[in-house]
Nanobody
Framework: QVQLVESGGGLVQAGGSLRLSCAAS????????MAWYRQAPGKQREAVAT???????NYGFSVKGRFTISRDNAKNTVYLQMNSLKPEDTAVYYC?????????WGQGTQVTVSS
């Protein structure tokens, strides 16, 4: 059974930092395209950052230069380092794993940025 378990969310002031973790079981994060998505109230889920099995990364325009996605294959965990947080970053953040037709989602972790 595949599980993606996010952690690290919380309440932070604008300008602060958080690091989200996504611990995977049942899959190897090194073989999958791993990503972070977020969904704010009343808005569609959007891709925040992606890391491929080859290590290539891609970021959403609104977070480029502030967020960093990384992967620790030994811990089978993916991270999202979020710096210079803004109130508009407030959302539920979801971990995603994809490989061909296999797609898995975590349960999400709330990030709230106060102004």
């Amino acid at each position: 059974q595949v599980q993606l378990v996010e952690s690290g969310g919380g309440l932070v002031q604008a300008g602060g930092s958080l690091r989200l973790s996504c611990a995977a079981s049942g899959i190897s994060v090194s073989q999958y395209t791993m990503a972070w998505y977020r969904q704010a109230p009343g808005k569609q889920r959007e891709a925040v950052a992606t890391i491929t099995s080859g290590g290539s990364t891609n970021y959403g325009f609104s977070v480029k230069g502030r967020f960093t996605i990384s992967r620790d294959n030994a811990k089978n965990t993916v991270y999202l380092q979020m710096n210079s947080l803004k109130p508009e970053d407030t959302a539920v953040y979801y971990c995603y794993a994809g490989l061909f037709t296999r797609r898995y989602w975590g349960q999400g972790t709330q990030v709230t940025v106060s102004s």
